[in-house]
Protein backbone atom coordinates (compact mmCIF):
# COMPACT_ATOMS: atom_id res chain seq x y z
CA UNK A 1 0.00 0.00 0.00
CA UNK A 2 1.73 3.39 -1.19
CA UNK A 3 2.11 6.34 1.40
CA UNK A 4 -0.32 8.97 1.84
CA UNK A 5 0.91 12.04 0.19
CA UNK A 6 0.20 13.71 3.13
CA UNK A 7 -0.54 13.30 6.98
CA UNK A 8 -3.90 13.64 8.59
CA UNK A 9 -2.76 13.37 12.17
CA UNK A 10 -5.68 11.39 14.50
CA UNK A 11 -5.87 14.44 16.21
CA UNK A 12 -7.67 16.34 13.59
CA UNK A 13 -9.30 12.79 12.33
CA UNK A 14 -11.03 13.19 15.90
CA UNK A 15 -11.78 16.79 15.44
CA UNK A 16 -13.82 16.02 11.79
CA UNK A 17 -15.56 13.31 13.46
CA UNK A 18 -16.70 14.95 16.29
CA UNK A 19 -17.75 18.28 14.39
CA UNK A 20 -19.24 16.15 12.09
CA UNK A 21 -21.71 13.69 14.30
CA UNK A 22 -22.35 17.82 16.25
CA UNK A 23 -23.75 18.96 12.25
CA UNK A 24 -25.42 15.22 11.90
CA UNK A 25 -24.10 14.83 8.32
CA UNK A 26 -21.65 12.19 8.57
CA UNK A 27 -20.87 12.05 4.54
CA UNK A 28 -19.15 15.53 4.92
CA UNK A 29 -14.93 15.03 4.48
CA UNK A 30 -12.89 18.27 5.50
CA UNK A 31 -11.48 19.69 2.35
CA UNK A 32 -7.68 21.43 3.07
CA UNK A 33 -6.71 23.89 -0.02
CA UNK A 34 -4.49 26.56 -1.02
CA UNK A 35 -5.29 29.69 -2.79
CA UNK A 36 -3.49 33.02 -3.63
CA UNK A 37 -3.96 36.37 -1.51
CA UNK A 38 -1.87 36.04 1.64
CA UNK A 39 1.00 38.51 2.37
CA UNK A 40 3.29 35.52 1.73
CA UNK A 41 1.62 34.58 -1.51
CA UNK A 42 -0.74 31.63 -0.77
CA UNK A 43 -3.00 31.28 2.14
CA UNK A 44 -4.64 27.46 3.58
CA UNK A 45 -8.32 26.91 3.75
CA UNK A 46 -10.07 24.42 5.36
CA UNK A 47 -13.90 23.81 4.40
CA UNK A 48 -16.17 20.71 4.95
CA UNK A 49 -17.37 19.37 1.35
CA UNK A 50 -20.08 16.86 0.60
CA UNK A 51 -18.47 16.47 -2.98
CA UNK A 52 -15.14 14.20 -4.14
CA UNK A 53 -14.38 15.74 -7.31
CA UNK A 54 -12.86 12.50 -9.86
CA UNK A 55 -9.02 13.73 -9.41
CA UNK A 56 -9.48 14.86 -5.63
CA UNK A 57 -6.70 12.66 -3.49
CA UNK A 58 -8.70 11.02 -0.44
CA UNK A 59 -6.58 10.44 2.46
CA UNK A 60 -8.52 8.52 5.10
CA UNK A 61 -7.33 7.77 8.97
CA UNK A 62 -9.78 6.63 11.95
CA UNK A 63 -12.76 7.23 9.56
CA UNK A 64 -12.65 10.64 9.11
CA UNK A 65 -11.61 11.41 5.20
CA UNK A 66 -8.91 14.27 3.95
CA UNK A 67 -9.64 15.77 0.73
CA UNK A 68 -7.04 17.93 -1.12
CA UNK A 69 -7.53 18.82 -5.02
CA UNK A 70 -4.19 18.32 -7.68
CA UNK A 71 -3.45 21.90 -7.61
CA UNK A 72 -3.27 22.46 -4.04
CA UNK A 73 -1.53 18.88 -3.20
CA UNK A 74 1.86 20.06 -5.53
CA UNK A 75 2.11 22.76 -2.56
CA UNK A 76 1.70 20.57 -0.02
CA UNK A 77 2.55 17.56 -0.21
CA UNK A 78 4.48 16.24 2.42
CA UNK A 79 2.92 18.34 4.47
CA UNK A 80 0.80 17.57 8.11
CA UNK A 81 -2.69 18.48 8.74
CA UNK A 82 -3.24 18.82 12.64
CA UNK A 83 -5.68 20.08 15.09
CA UNK A 84 -4.32 21.61 18.07
CA UNK A 85 -5.74 22.98 21.04
CA UNK A 86 -3.70 26.02 22.60
CA UNK A 87 -4.37 29.03 25.54
CA UNK A 88 -4.97 31.07 22.21
CA UNK A 89 -7.38 28.81 20.71
CA UNK A 90 -8.06 25.64 18.94
CA UNK A 91 -7.72 25.32 15.19
CA UNK A 92 -6.94 22.68 12.06
CA UNK A 93 -2.92 23.82 11.26
CA UNK A 94 -1.15 22.47 8.04
CA UNK A 95 2.56 21.73 9.10
CA UNK A 96 4.38 22.54 5.72
CA UNK A 97 8.32 21.52 5.12
CA UNK A 98 8.26 22.99 1.75
CA UNK A 99 7.15 26.24 2.70
CA UNK A 100 10.07 28.73 2.78
CA UNK A 101 8.00 31.59 4.53
CA UNK A 102 5.08 31.85 6.07
CA UNK A 103 3.23 34.97 8.64
CA UNK A 104 0.95 34.55 11.14
CA UNK A 105 -2.15 34.87 8.81
CA UNK A 106 -1.44 30.99 8.01
CA UNK A 107 -0.03 31.87 4.57
CA UNK A 108 2.84 29.93 2.46
CA UNK A 109 5.48 31.16 -0.28
Not at 15 to 33: I, T
Amino acid sequence: MPAAPMDFTSAAAAKVRELLADEGDEALKLRAYIHGGGCAGFQYGFEFDDLQNEDDVAILTDGATLLVDPLSLQYLAGASVDYVESLTGAQFVIRNPNAKTTCGCGTIE
